[in-house]
């Protein structure tokens, strides 16, 4: 009964090697998920507050910019109209150009995650 008992033996050492390295790489993976949702996470505050900063001084700057163009044509209204719609014609511009926007975007975001993969 040696040779069964070697085989036993040699079974339970395969068993327990697979089991760790099952559990291994679930402890790993679960530590990969936390850091693409911890960076994913991260990213999207950074965007958000520096994003609203950047939207924040845009808006005080188009206000500004309305205000002393009135003030140069004499008429704050005419000042906000053509601020209003140099805004629109911006809007429509971005909107004409937004497949090689979108584009750009895609290529840029491929090139970061298979850069981390």
Excluded: C, P, Q
């Excluded at 704050?76 to 090689?100: D, N, P």
């Amino acid at each position: 009964m040696g040779a069964f008992d070697k085989i036993k033996a040699s079974s339970k050492m395969a068993i327990d090697a697979g089991e760790s390295y099952v559990e291994h790489t679930k402890a790993y993976y679960e530590l990969k998920v936390f850091r693409h949702t911890a960076t994913g996470v991260i990213t999207a505050l950074k965007i958000l507050v520096i994003g609203s900063t950047l939207l924040l001084g845009i808006a005080f700057l188009v206000l500004a910019s309305a205000l002393a163009l009135g003030a140069l044509l004499g008429n704050l209204v005419y000042g906000f109209l053509i601020t209003g719609v140099g805004a629109l014609l911006l809007a429509v511009v971005l909107y004409l150009f937004r497949k090689k926007i979108e584009k750009w975007v895609l290529s840029r975001l491929s090139a970061l995650f298979f850069k981390s993969v």
